[in-house]
């Protein structure tokens, strides 16, 4: 039979094993919350460094095409996770027709501390009648190097391309956290 002294040691046990484990474990949630940030990389600080096309043959304009841009944040550079961004190299693999379709996209994310991320996205490029290309994209943060190696999260961003003529500008936002 437990008497009053006995259930109140116990409830008083409980709460502080309870606030114990709450104050152990905040760290680790407030590590993992969160963060957004956006930029955009004008035509300027963005070139295609290679572009390989490749005609497939059974209809007009239907190419397959690999390729690396190089984008630079000569000013205002996001900062992620207190660091700011210094360069990105994106290489991808498109399937086109008439400049319509779909590329698979890694990107690296290189930080002024020499620390890297990795995303992997899919794109969608979409041509008008004169020819204006615009892409909307969604990929996977799948990782890094350093403060970024538990980083996870999503990156989003939209643009205008022309491959031919090495023009690529984009806007993103990246959503992200760092995994403990």
């Not at 009053?4 to 590590?31: F, Q």
């Not at 995303?119 to 890094?144: E, L």
Request: charged letters at 20%; a positive charge; proline letters at 2%.
């Amino acid at each position: 039979m437990q008497t009053p002294r006995l259930r109140t040691g116990i409830v008083h046990s409980a709460l502080g094993c309870a606030a114990a484990l709450m104050v152990c474990s905040a760290p680790s949630a407030w590590a993992q919350e969160k963060q957004k940030i956006s930029y955009k990389v004008t035509a300027e600080s963005s070139k295609y460094t290679q572009r390989n096309t490749i005609d497939v043959g059974d209809e007009s304009g239907h190419q397959l095409v690999m390729f690396e841009i190089y984008r630079t944040f000569p000013s205002n550079a996001p900062v992620i996770n207190g660091v700011k961004l210094k360069e990105t190299w994106t290489r991808g693999y498109a399937d086109y027709i008439n400049s319509n379709g779909l590329s698979t996209n890694y990107t690296i994310y290189v930080l002024d501390n020499g620390d890297k991320f990795y995303t992997y996205s899919g794109t969608m490029g979409q041509a008008d009648a004169a020819g204006k290309r615009t892409t909307v994209a969604v990929g996977q943060i799948r990782g890094g190097t350093g403060k970024f190696a538990a980083m996870k999260g999503l990156v989003r961003s939209t643009g205008i391309s022309d491959g031919k003529a090495g023009l690529n500008e984009t806007q993103a936002e990246i959503e992200y956290w760092i995994a403990k």
